[in-house]
């Protein structure tokens, strides 16, 4: 302490101790760090479909930046239409860690698929009830995320 005195002395350098932050400082400093920012939220854009002959699903993450990646998937066993709406949910799931996204959106425009994960509609299908336990353990590696419907 006393080098950092004799080192510092030649300086014209005046201690002035820190005042009381006041409590509107405070409560605003702790509203900014919990709430998260807008660029950490990632929005997922997902879309599936189904045919005979085929199944194709479609995601689409959207960075804050508004740089989109996109991802096309196949799935070579046949599937209803809800399914691979399902499959398309689960495929969002999967890459939005891999991408850095901690805070995520899914959106669907699948009105079935988007409620029976909310819990609005109770999945009576065992396929359904099936998908919808394997989002809940894909989900679980992400602190926070929800699901919408957007119109087609």
């Known amino acids: 302490m006393v080098k950092w005195t ?3 002395g030649d300086y014209d350098i005046e201690y002035k101790p820190r005042v009381a932050i006041k409590a509107q ?10 709430q998260p920012r807008e660029e950490e939220i990632r929005r997922v854009f997902v879309d599936g479909a189904s045919n005979l002959s085929r199944c194709r699903v479609g995601v689409v993450l959207v960075a804050p930046s508004g740089e989109n990646i996109k991802l096309a998937l196949r799935i070579d066993s046949r599937v209803t239409n809800n399914e ?8 969002g799931l999967q890459a939005a860690p891999e991408f850095g996204a901690s805070r995520v959106i899914i959106y669907s425009d699948s009105q ?9 509609y109770e999945a009576k299908n065992k396929k359904m009830l099936k ?3 394997l989002i809940t353990a894909r989900a679980a590696s992400l602190p926070d995320w929800s699901i919408e419907q957007i119109p087609r």
Not at 25 to 34: T, W
Not at 84 to 91: P, Q, R
Not at 112 to 120: C, D, E, N
């Open 112 to 120: 079935l698929v988007t409620h029976q994960i909310k819990g609005t």
């Open 131 to 133: 998908y919808l336990r």
């Open 6 to 8: 004799i080192e510092l």
């Open 84 to 91: 691979a709406k399902y499959e398309a949910v689960l495929a």
């Open 25 to 34: 400082a405070l409560k605003d400093f702790l509203i900014e760090m919990i």
